[in-house]
């Protein structure tokens, strides 16, 4: 057993396209939500659990990570970086770390978000010699994810990522895991085709010998799809402590819901109502009269006076016109080959996009990013970026 | 002179196919005009004048009439239920009472609004003998009801329905009788082809022997057209006590009129403007920003954030999506062959009906229940029952 | 040197053909700027010069200055008119003037805003034998004026009007003059082919014994677009004294920024947000949730309820259907044979124009006096006076 402090390793390098387009211009890890990059939300708790030294696998867009985190002073904590210049696979992602670690380790996903006492927990398993552990959380779904099968003595005996058949239990892998430096060789040994995951190491361990289940069932937030966005902002806002809402200057006769993070430097107009579950970044401007209602609004956009903003969300810079409505029912989305059916996302506008006034986006429309759209338009289904949506 | 309490027969067993949509699914005097049904306020009048005994002709849609009243309990009275389950005009309505009276007694329409004092002044007459006895009251345009020849006794000599001519009196049938149980034999021996009306029966007593008048100019409503469902509902808030508003709870920076009528009930989100002459009936939702004015929104109606809805009549349950707007000027409306011209209704929209967001109706449109319109459409003219509108 | 009364002749006669349609009903001097027409910000400049005696040269649709002015002395002021009939240039319109005076006198334009302290200097040259001098002030874009080269003396050597190749100074002819009777035989006697100009006439003094420059570089404000309107407008009521500023009755949950023009006969409904830069015109309409910011609405104009009108001019009596968008961006807008870009102008309304609901004026859109547009519709470009635009 160590008492020598432990380091984590998160994996942020991947590109997250079932998020696009907002993963265009940032890695998924720093899609923001209640106005903070989820890896921002992931470092915290692992800082609040009292981890002093982070290695951040980076790859794509990685130059928006580093300029965000930087050493890591802001956070507490010691932030160092390593590049995975392609992605394949988290167990490729982990031997990447292999030089910054010489002890026992964490490694975390840097989009998806647990509780710093889930930290706290593998890492005192760790620390007791229990490596390789691995978190194990329930789901609703869980055939989307990892499905964990342990034996009696709390032990994974098991890992089946995505079944295509039914399954018998809703306990999945939770993505947080602690290794001790021997598992890199175990990575290099991993016998697979295509990517090189954790999973496949680890049930080749837990085969051979088992892996320790870390039982939890926690904050578990994670973002497969676009609309996960929303969800995953509300949870976040309902449980904030009041630090996510800055104290921004707002006009006349503005409403706005108790369950908000506002950024507080953003520039409120007279008789805008802010719904609930709504955050809204740094240097964004709600216009006089618009309605924003669960809704994610990224840094420097713009919603238009007397626009009506909801289940929605909208980039960076992105510019939605006056009297412009966003807010459609449930929707039918395509994504890669598999339709999903009542989604409650309205529409999802791309970073520096345009949307002229009095235009409507139905549900679940998807706007590119850097797309201009004229005044008075109808937006259906998806525009790729840099597109110019004419009228008529 | 008979000191016997008096019946009032209330004829309600009508369709109303001139107030389609909304009598797709209610019966004419159910469609509710300041949050209470037309025959509601027919019954409360009757009530005020001490009759405590009601009996309802009922037809087309009666399990909705039946389900309101009841026993009549909550209005103070007796009610109870004859069934006329083919319309063939007034007097063969008032025929399917005969089992249900023994003395003299009254006739009201089930969707004319009357002042309590004049129920209880054709009963002073009845008693006094004076039966069959009629009111008659002054409009501004005569030739659309049954046009009273009088003699200078103040009896009626002659009514005309609806006559092409030109006439020289604004005198009509006020729709409010007194009888004694002889009119049942004059109704059956009365000479007709089509349907058997009380005003055949009483022309041919009038030519006999004299109708006495009595001579009303108290409130006397009257709901032929959809647009008259403003005007009536704007007179009956306009004269209202008070009772008619409840005390919802209302968003930040509402502003509401004085002359509203508002249940208890609804949700009314933020920076919403309910200006006058509008009544929103039982758990209707106005969201954030909307407009409504000079409207009658149904129970269970949701109007969307940043809607205008003026001039307009929401039925039950229909949804109006967000920045939509339904707002329009004078129309002119066709009601089977005949154009109406400058009339001020924006548009009607029937129940079960969904109208996306940022869509337009135009002035006088009338959307069938169960329609679905895309966000984005406008809409002109009359659309069927559940149609599906799309763009483009 | 004269220490008579000087009178100041006012040159009000032209169309002013580059702002239709606002030139349509009335003549340009007569366009309202900060709630009052260009024409009586000159006569007060006047008046608070000191000057007792106005001469108004009118021609165009006179009937709207004779109207409005009378005999001065709302203004403390006489005011005489001469007709000029056919508008041949500024030198032929004051020859009109010639009858109506006997000394030295003054020129300004009836559509370019100064101060009144450049009147009193010219005026005191003029007394102080002077004559003719002229204004001149610097501008950013000085080749769209009469470019003014002088000498070391101070006096004006040559002016060039609308240059065409580069100039090397910034100097032009401001418009506001002081001559001596003997001006009147100098324009006669002036060599043109086309219009009469008063340039031409003071380039041949000049070159013959100079032309005395009053140097300024106080307020100067031309309108020579319809764009001007705003800036202007915005001008003159960033400088107000808040006397153009009425106290309107306001609806709930008004918002206003400081810095508008509001008379003191409007209606504003609940719920409206009125931006800075913006004046609202006598017994104009602004109704529930509307946002009008940076826009010039003319009297008994109505905005519709929730309609957003930014960086628009709304002239007399025009209607703004409720929830129509006249809210662009950057125009780019044709002027006769001009192409100009990036203009912030989102729109113009002519007089008496209505638009329906939930329509959208697209950047730089130009709507005639009198047309009729339906609910719903798209508009972009310019639509001639009267026409009709319907939907799809």
Not at 24 to 30: E, T, Y
Not at 358 to 377: I, K, N, Y
Request: with cysteine; charged share 20%.
């Amino acid at each position: 057993m160590s008492e020598d402090p432990v380091t984590a390793v998160i994996l942020a390098a991947g590109e997250g396209r079932r998020l696009q387009p907002l993963t265009n211009r940032r890695p998924k890890p720093m899609i923001p939500v209640a106005n903070r990059p989820l890896l921002e939300h992931v470092v915290e708790a692992v800082a609040a659990a009292g981890i002093e030294r982070i290695v951040l696998v980076v790859g794509y867009r990685q130059e928006r990570i580093r300029n965000h985190f930087g050493d890591g002073d802001d956070w507490g904590v010691t932030i160092e970086y390593v590049e995975q210049s392609t992605q394949l696979g988290t167990g490729h992602a982990v031997l990447h770390a292999e030089s910054a670690i010489d002890d026992d380790f964490l490694v975390l996903n840097g989009d998806r978000i647990v509780d710093p006492s889930l930290v706290s927990r593998v890492c005192d398993r760790v620390r007791d010699g229990a490596a390789p552990a691995m978190a194990v959380t329930t789901v609703e779904h869980p055939r989307e994810y990892g499905v964990v099968t342990s034996d009696g003595d709390g032990r994974v005996t098991h890992i089946e990522e995505k079944p295509e058949g039914p399954v018998d239990t809703n306990r999945i892998n939770a993505g947080v895991y602690g290794f001790s430096p021997g598992i890199f060789a175990a990575i290099r040994e991993t016998h697979v085709t295509g990517e090189l995951t954790l999973t496949a190491t680890l049930n080749e361990i837990a085969t051979d010998r088992g892996v320790t289940a870390v039982s939890y069932d926690g904050r578990w937030l994670d973002v497969s799809n676009l609309w996960d966005l929303l969800t995953v902002n509300a949870g976040l806002i309902d449980e904030g402590d009041g630090s996510q809402r800055g104290d921004p200057p707002l006009g006349d006769s503005v409403s706005t819901a108790a369950d908000v993070a506002l950024a507080g430097n953003i520039r409120v107009g007279a008789n805008v109502t802010i719904g609930g579950s709504t955050a809204i970044g740094s240097n964004a401007t709600i216009e006089a009269n618009a309605v924003v209602e669960n809704a994610v609004i990224f840094p420097d956009a713009v919603i238009g006076a007397g626009a009506v903003v909801r289940d929605a969300v909208v980039a960076g810079n992105a510019r939605i016109g006056p009297n412009t409505t966003i807010a459609g029912g449930a929707a039918e989305m395509i994504v890669g080959d598999a339709v999903h059916r009542d989604i409650e996302l309205s529409g999802v506008v791309g970073d520096n996009a345009s949307i002229g006034g009095g235009a409507t986006l139905t549900e679940g429309a998807v706007v590119g990013d850097g797309v201009q759209a004229d005044a008075g338009v109808v937006i259906d289904g998806r525009i790729t970026a840099d597109a110019v949506v004419r009228r008529g």
